[in-house]
């Protein structure tokens, strides 16, 4: 069976102020970190009152520090926000501080609306178009330092210059990035728990096209997904209600922090409003923990994933903490070879 992983975006609600989001996460971290999972992955969003963690290599090194195995990464950092230089410094550091533990995630949109993203790099160099495949071979010249000669950032040390960068992967939500991690030659995650595209194009299009670099012998790929695990599925559909108006606010152009099942129950849903959360429950694994794993597996075998990373906006903490908890309990029921925290590197 595939590994699970999880990934936490920090979450805000009507209940739970930005702050107290942030203790959460590392909470979180050290339960699944208990429980067995193989990854912990934080995401990068700006101005995004649901999500409270804009700087996911911080959130890594506080979570680095309370957790004894599981593997810290980002999920991603947005590299067209970052001077690539930047990125690679602060993740060798986390490296040296976290030897064999750190994951370098990269996405190419700017986890942001065009405002924001135009406050974050008004500063930069003027660049056209989409730059994300100059900052990618930059980010990778630092670590095979491979300018050319004559180049004036052979004369820069990246440090600490005694650890390897850690193991890239690339983010995507369609094909583009699928394709590009295939090529380079570096670990895949889709992202299936918002994207609209079916996984198993991505998923197929990394597998065929995979060249083996120094980085990765074979193809690795992270399939994301949403859940919400309860006692019963009845209880997990209630949960999930948080989803369903999330949903729609998102739809209207509202990014408010996240709404309470009951909230979410008192809507005054139209019929064009059920129809919409209907199409989007189809990819919500929501229900018992024998209902979620079961349909897990399938995903899991159809995609041929690798490795299953799970996010998880249930409203209360103490809630989302048990969903985790049922779910490893009931996928090691259905793979009872495997060890709690055994899986291929990746």
Same mark, same amino acid.
């Given at each position: 069976?595939?590994?699970?992983?999880?990934?936490?975006?920090?979450?805000v609600?009507?209940?739970t102020?930005?702050?107290?989001?942030? +203790? !959460?996460?590392i909470d979180?971290?050290?339960?699944?970190?208990r429980?067995?999972?193989?990854?912990f992955?934080?995401?990068? $969003?700006?101005s995004?009152?649901? *999500?409270?963690?804009p700087?996911?290599?911080i959130?890594?090194?506080?979570?680095?520090?309370v957790?004894?195995?599981i593997?810290?990464?980002?999920?991603?950092?947005?590299?067209t !926000? $970052?001077?690539?230089?930047?990125?690679?410094?602060?993740?060798?550091?986390?490296?040296?501080?976290?030897?064999g533990r750190?994951?370098?995630?990269?996405?190419?949109?700017?986890?942001t609306?065009?405002?924001?993203?135009?406050?974050?790099?008004?500063?930069?160099?003027?660049r056209?178009g989409?730059d994300?495949l100059?900052?990618?071979?930059?980010?990778?010249l630092w670590?095979s330092?491979?300018?050319?000669?004559? $180049?004036?950032? !052979?004369?820069?040390t990246?440090?600490?210059?005694?650890?390897?960068?850690?193991?890239?992967?690339?983010?995507?939500?369609?094909?583009?990035?699928?394709?590009?991690?295939?090529?380079?030659?570096?670990g895949?995650?889709f992202a299936s $728990?918002?994207?609209?595209?079916?996984?198993?194009?991505?998923?197929r299009?990394?597998?065929?096209?995979?060249r083996?670099?120094?980085?990765?012998?074979?193809?690795?790929?992270i399939?994301a997904?949403a859940?919400?695990?309860?006692?019963t599925?009845?209880?997990? !559909?209630?949960?999930?209600?948080?989803y369903?108006?999330?949903?729609?606010?998102?739809?209207?152009g509202?990014m408010?922090?996240?709404?309470s099942?009951e909230?979410a129950?008192?809507?005054p849903?139209?019929?064009?409003?059920?129809?919409? *959360?209907?199409?989007?429950?189809a990819?919500?694994?929501?229900?018992? +923990?024998?209902?979620?794993?079961k349909r897990?597996?399938?995903?899991?075998?159809?995609?041929?994933?690798?490795?299953v990373?799970?996010?998880?906006?249930?409203?209360?903490?103490?809630r989302?903490?048990?969903?985790?908890?049922?779910?490893?309990?009931?996928?090691?029921?259905?793979?009872?070879?495997?060890?709690?925290?055994?899986?291929?590197?990746?």
């Amino acid at each position: 069976m595939a590994p699970l992983s999880v990934l936490d975006l920090s979450f805000v609600t009507t209940q739970t102020p930005p702050s107290q989001a942030l +203790a !959460n996460t590392i909470d979180l971290a050290k339960l699944v970190d208990r429980l067995g999972y193989k990854r912990f992955w934080l995401a990068e $969003h700006h101005s995004l009152p649901s *999500v409270a963690s804009p700087a996911p290599e911080i959130m890594i090194g506080q979570i680095g520090a309370v957790t004894q195995t599981i593997r810290v990464g980002s999920g991603g950092v947005m590299l067209t !926000n $970052h001077a690539p230089l930047m990125v690679a410094e602060r993740f060798k550091m986390l490296e040296a501080l976290f030897p064999g533990r750190i994951d370098l995630g990269l996405g190419r949109a700017p986890g942001t609306d065009q405002v924001t993203a135009f406050a974050l790099r008004r500063k930069m160099e003027e660049r056209q178009g989409d730059d994300f495949l100059e900052r990618l071979q930059e980010l990778m010249l630092w670590e095979s330092r491979a300018f050319p000669e004559g $180049h004036p950032f !052979n004369k820069i040390t990246v440090m600490p210059n005694d650890v390897p960068m850690p193991p890239l992967w690339l983010l995507g939500s369609s094909d583009y990035s699928a394709q590009l991690a295939a090529q380079i030659g570096v670990g895949y995650s889709f992202a299936s $728990h918002f994207s609209d595209f079916d996984a198993m194009g991505p998923m197929r299009a990394y597998r065929e096209l995979f060249r083996p670099s120094d980085a990765l012998e074979k193809p690795y790929a992270i399939i994301a997904l949403a859940s919400v695990v309860a006692e019963t599925d009845e209880e997990a !559909n209630y949960l999930a209600g948080t989803y369903d108006l999330n949903w729609i606010r998102r739809a209207r152009g509202e990014m408010k922090p996240l709404a309470s099942p009951e909230e979410a129950q008192a809507y005054p849903w139209s019929d064009a409003e059920r129809a919409y *959360v209907a199409r989007k429950r189809a990819r919500l694994f929501a229900g018992s +923990a024998k209902t979620v794993a079961k349909r897990i597996a399938s995903f899991v075998e159809e995609t041929q994933a690798d490795e299953v990373m799970v996010t998880s906006s249930i409203f209360d903490h103490a809630r989302r903490k048990r969903s985790y908890e049922l779910l490893m309990a009931e996928w090691n029921a259905l793979s009872p070879a495997r060890p709690v925290a055994a899986a291929a590197e990746g």
